[in-house]
């Protein structure tokens, strides 16, 4: 209720008040998410820690399962109960493959039981209840406190610094993200697509207005900010780029771009990197108590073996060879409030097993991600749509589909769950309009069962009319 009422006040109030809200929501996230001292010190630590040899990460992850299984075994429900079943101990764990001695984990087994996730020892009223995006279905909710944020983030703090970044805490960055960050009803005359968030010394653009009218105001926008460090959706980025060349407008040239969330083909770093004239970088991580993988600087996923041990398995959960495309699991180390062990991602992966990377790393690399390959929507009146996600922060919905059928028509497809009624439909087409546009005709449509693709892994999002799209603005 609060929320709703705070994005009610959001939507009315000029756009000064805005940036003063968005403020303080960066305030809250740099003072009472992060633990300074903490992050600093897991940074410097992962500084240390990123040459060691083969033995030496193997050796670590072995000591941090165990003592992962000690808090799980003895203070997390789920894993209470299933120690009681297998009848095993953390010192049982001698090697990090032991760890296939558990059972995997699915998301649908966490929704609507996330309790018998938690770490009993915590006290709840310290931590941070946020949600995953709900791009493939509902969103969980998610549970983490200072020390898990701020461990979590010094790995973005050392990606940053191997990008070249001055700052690596908190640069000066442009973010290209989900956020509704301009209201719809935002007249369009004031051409103002981003909001400042002074205390985390960032400009937020909105993903949602992009269209080839607006981008030249980014691009002024931009310009005139100068930001060390562009991050976000590499598919909101390609349309910078797209319009601009066909405009002949100048980029900014900032020190490195981190791109996530979606696929980012090689052909796509290759026109970012020569556009903004720096290097891309791509992360890989997910809002999910989850592991890191990002780029080194010569363009190589690594597994971050700090973060937590990481498989790539088969439908049966066997490990697959390097080369062949797997599911994603993920044992995460960082945090000890929502126990997550062999935790599937419902992301494709396919493992490097080649000689060792020129960054002299001895981190597994990852050849490809194969499993975000979502499409995007293109609506007139608003022009590209990146970043959609309008199951996030609602309940009572099992999974979701967004199928574009033409350039004015949108079907929504989605599993109801017990308690599904008129009020959350109501809020999901009021966030679907402001999210694409209030012109468009959405419906909402209740199914038994939605198309799956390879892995088991739902299209979020599907255009049928990609042949209608302007010809020099297809990304895919």
């Known amino acids: 209720m ?5 994005d009610q006040i959001y939507t009315h109030v000029p756009i000064w008040v ?17 633990n300074d001292q903490i992050l600093r010190e897991r940074f410097h630590f992962l500084l240390e820690s990123q040459y060691w040899s083969s033995s030496q990460f193997r050796d ?54 996330e309790s018998f996730f938690l770490n009993e ?12 995006s709900g791009t493939t279905g509902t969103p969980l909710k998610t549970y983490g406190n200072q020390e898990s944020f701020s461990s979590k ?39 103002i697509y981003w909001r400042w968030n002074i205390p985390g010394n960032s400009l937020l653009f909105s993903a949602y207005h992009l269209s080839p009218k607006a981008v030249p105001y980014y691009v002024k926008a931009l310009q005139d900010f100068k930001p060390e460090l562009i991050d976000g959706f590499p598919s909101s980025l390609l349309i910078i780029v797209r319009v601009s060349r066909r405009l002949g407008l100048k980029l900014p040239n900032p020190k490195a771009i ?9 052909e796509h770093r290759k026109e970012l990197q020569e556009a903004f004239g720096c290097r891309v970088f791509d992360l890989y991580s997910a809002t999910d108590p989850s592991g890191f993988w990002c780029d080194c600087e010569y363009g190589v996923m690594h597994e971050n073996p ?54 002299n790393r001895n981190m597994p690399k990852i050849k490809s991600l194969e499993g975000r390959k979502e499409d995007i929507l293109y609506v007139p009146d608003r022009g590209y749509i990146t970043g959609i996600a309008p199951l996030s922060g609602l309940s009572n919905i099992i999974e979701g589909q967004i199928i574009q059928e033409d350039l004015n028509h949108i079907r929504v497809l989605l599993i109801p769950d017990t308690g599904y009624n008129q009020d959350i439909e109501d809020r999901l087409l009021n966030k679907l309009h402001i999210q694409i546009s209030s012109s468009v005709n959405i419906t909402i449509e209740k199914v038994d069962q939605l198309f799956r693709g390879p892995g088991g892994k739902i299209r979020p999002i599907i255009s049928k009319v990609q042949h209608l799209y302007p010809d020099d603005m297809r990304l895919y």
């Open 121 to 132: 020892t915590v006290d709840l009223r310290t931590c941070d209840i946020g949600s995953t």
């Open 153 to 191: 983030w010094a790995f973005v703090a050392r990606l940053r610094h191997w990008a070249g970044v001055t700052e690596p805490f908190y640069p000066k960055r442009a973010q290209f993200t989900g956020r509704p960050i301009v209201p719809k009803n935002q007249s369009s005359e004031k051409r």
């Open 306 to 359: 700090e973060a937590g041990i990481s498989e790539i398995l088969d439908d049966k959960d066997h490990p697959v060879q390097a080369g062949v495309a797997g599911e994603v699991v993920f044992t995460p180390f960082y945090n000890r409030v929502m126990v997550f062990i062999r935790y599937k991602l419902g992301d494709m992966a396919v493992k490097d097993n080649s000689e060792r990377c020129l960054c």
């Open 60 to 113: 670590y992850q072995v000591q941090q399962l165990q003592q992962l299984l000690n808090i799980a075994f003895r203070h997390v429900p789920y894993y209470r109960d299933l120690r009681k079943k297998l009848g095993c101990n953390p010192e049982d764990f001698k090697e990090p493959e032991d760890i296939r001695l558990l059972p995997t984990l699915s998301k649908s087994q966490v929704r609507g039981n």
């Open 258 to 266: 981190i791109v996530s969330a979606e696929t980012h083909l090689p």
């Open 2 to 6: 609060a929320d709703k009422l705070w």
């Open 18 to 34: 805005q940036n003063v809200i968005v403020g303080f929501k960066g305030l809250q996230f740099r003072y009472q998410r992060n």
